[in-house]
């Protein structure tokens, strides 16, 4: 691949922050004598594609072609365009593992600018990805979301002989977490993720319920003497929040408990330092409910700002699992064969973290899309995270 110098824009960017520069390294699955097309050429114009409104390998294919000339402008195109079976074949060759490190190494590089305080972990079914013929699941993938700059950091496949509790120490060891707050629903609320978060230099929020029965039943018991007692002798932190918006009113209490005398096996949760209590009411008209979460952590913080990463980890729900769907139609899509569709979700989620960086359109994320499809000068700050003009 070369750049033409009349492409200011793209000269112009330093080269640690370019896309393709941490992609150069992807080896290319196909025989050497049957490669009519450059592997970068496929991996640019499908992520160019994806972040214009295009959600399947056809799509992308007539993006190219109608966009063929500007292409041409910094990729060599040896032979034009790529056939869709062309991008499905490679993409479902492609190592998914090598593919996750390149851009793991690409959001690395991005957020060493930005910063990394709080790392969301949660898992998501790409539901349409099955194929009940030949008895394949459909694909999980675990993801990591760096809550602050709403960037994905990675993704792990879980497989039929798996499930998250192994796959995220896999994916916590391919990132550098290091300082950052670790928060995972409780599936992952388990002590060797614990550890291994803890060997990342990184801290844990994990969030525990019945599937930790002595643990849930301790701190069941501690805020129930908390109750009881109107927390009197008891050495903890408190703060509490309201919101309000569109008739519902939100409450949220939250108690930080550092003496951990009441937890039977604290011993075996490495580095453990605090339990967090989460009460939550809420009020829709002359309805209200109440819900009460319990967590542990590996930081003695602040109440307030415990509460906050526990409200902020549902961000990876709310502003990128969510958006996947309703944006990219993730749930609709039918890769099937091979590695496809763990491989294009990856390139839904560089589009989607380019298309949040991107300045200049302050509409949503399918607005974006269209613009950037538009105009090429968009899209060229859409890739390289410039501000346009």
Avoid at 160 to 172: R, V
Avoid at 260 to 285: F, N, P, Q
Avoid at 298 to 316: E, G, K, N, Y
């Amino acid at each position: 691949m070369s750049l033409q110098p009349d492409t200011e824009v793209l000269v112009d960017t330093p080269l640690s922050l370019s896309i393709l520069h941490h992609f150069a390294a992807l080896e290319d699955p196909r025989v050497e004598r049957t490669r009519q097309h450059q592997l970068l050429d496929l991996v640019a114009i499908s992520l160019c594609g994806v972040i214009c409104g295009a959600n399947n390998w056809s799509a992308i294919v007539l993006w190219g072609h109608a966009n063929h000339e500007w292409l041409a402008t910094f990729l060599d195109l040896p032979n034009g365009i790529p056939s869709h079976d062309t991008f499905g074949r490679v993409f479902a060759l492609l190592d998914p593992e090598q593919f996750a490190v390149c851009f793991t190494g690409w959001m690395a590089a991005v957020c060493q600018q930005l910063g990394l305080t709080q790392v969301a972990i949660d898992g998501k079914t790409l539901r349409r990805s099955h194929n009940r013929g030949k008895g394949q699941a459909a694909l999980h993938l675990v993801s990591a979301w760096s809550v602050e700059n709403g960037l994905t950091l990675g993704q792990r496949a879980v497989d039929g002989k798996s499930n998250e509790i192994t796959a995220i120490p896999e994916l916590l060891r391919l990132l550098d977490v290091s300082g950052a707050l670790v928060t995972i629903d409780a599936m992952g609320c388990q002590k060797d993720i614990a550890a291994t978060i803890r060997e990342t230099k990184a801290d844990y929020l994990l969030a525990v319920k019945e599937n930790q029965p002595p643990l849930y039943e301790d701190i069941e018991g501690i805020m129930a003497r908390g109750r009881d007692t109107d927390f009197v002798g008891m050495n903890y932190r408190y703060a509490e929040e309201s919101s309000r918006d569109h008739g519902r009113v939100e409450d949220r209490y939250c108690w930080v408990f550092e003496d951990l005398s009441a937890i039977r096996d604290r011993e075996l949760w490495v580095d453990l330092k605090s339990i967090v209590v989460v009460v939550s009411t809420r009020t829709v008209g002359d309805k209200s409910s109440s819900e009460t979460r319990y967590y542990i952590s590996s930081r003695a913080a602040d109440a307030a700002v415990l509460a906050q990463a526990v409200r902020r980890h549902w961000s990876i729900e709310n502003e990128c699992h969510w958006i996947l769907d309703v944006c990219f139609r993730e749930d609709d899509r039918r890769l099937r064969e091979g590695h496809g569709a763990n491989n294009f979700a990856l390139l839904r989620k560089a589009a989607l973290a380019l298309l949040k960086r991107a300045k200049g359109v302050k509409e949503g994320i399918d607005c974006r899309r269209l613009v950037a499809g538009w105009d090429k000068t968009y899209l060229l700050n859409v890739l390289l995270g410039c501000e346009a003009d």
